[in-house]
């Protein structure tokens, strides 16, 4: 039966920082670190009156903005934007942005991976990037009430105009929000056949504790905590102690989900409806 010692906990607060241009950088999931063959992850610091200046090159570039500097700014496609809480870009290959931290520090989760094959892309056109922020995201909670997400990437969201989030399937992520008392079912991620590997795919936690299970095992998971979880592992995640905020991430986004528990709620997801009275619209995940 797996165990909590099959999947990977890495505690983004004591890693090793690294000084690099823009500040500090802390890698907190790679293939060597966890074995993420599809995803590395870092933990950036971006001093006061410094800039970091992610260059897409052959890669997509998700940067999302965890805590904000007082007067930082993002700069992306000739537009500069605030750089607060839960905003960033998403970057499809030779892309750039600049990040700017102005009276105090910025920090980022920087999520990098390669361009996935055609057959992952379904004839999708892998572009353009985009910069987000959470009043442009779509808000979605699932049928318990007890979650709330909010995608920065994921190209089955369709926005209030008819358009796909995101066009290419190299990364879903995105915010996640836990009621007390909220959990995930218990379930797994296995592969495709475009993607037989199956994805990478971790948790970030910011705010509030959580406790992660994985068959009878369980860990305390605090702000700042990192878990990867191999393809195929099982596992569900509560709120512990109070509400739950953490950021979900697979890559590339081609994968299959069997759900283990026997929960009537919280399997279906719901677009937040757009006047108070309005019809809820259900989320296609398809």
Known sequence: MP????VSIINSNTAEAKPVD???????????????????????????????????GDDYHLVYVMAASKGGSISYNGETHPAEEGAGTLLVPRETAVFEAAGSDLELLHMVTPKPPAAIEEGMSG??????????????????????????????????????????NAIQAGEMHYREGGS?????????????????HCYMTFKGQGIVE???TSQELEPGTLVYFPPGVPHRLRAH???????????????QTNILSEEKLGLRWYYAPEMPDAERVEWNQS
């Open 241 to 255: 102690n109070g509400s739950l905020d953490y950021f979900e991430i697979q890559a590339w986004r081609s994968f």
């Open 127 to 168: 572009g353009p990037g985009y910069f987000f922020n959470r009043q442009t995201l779509r808000p979605l909670s699932d049928a318990s009430g007890g979650r709330v997400r909010r995608f920065c990437a994921e190209s089955s969201v369709i926005l209030l105009d008819g358009s796909r989030l995101t066009s290419t």
């Open 214 to 216: 994985v068959g009878d």
């Open 3 to 6: 165990t909590i010692d099959d």
């Open 184 to 200: 995930s079912p218990y379930h797994q991620h296995v592969g495709t056949d475009a993607n037989p590997d199956g994805a990478a």
């Open 22 to 56: 823009s500040g500090l950088a802390r890698v907190i999931c790679s293939d060597s670190l966890c074995g993420s063959k599809n995803l590395t992850v870092y933990r950036r610091t971006v001093s006061e009156a410094r800039t970091f200046e992610p260059e897409a």
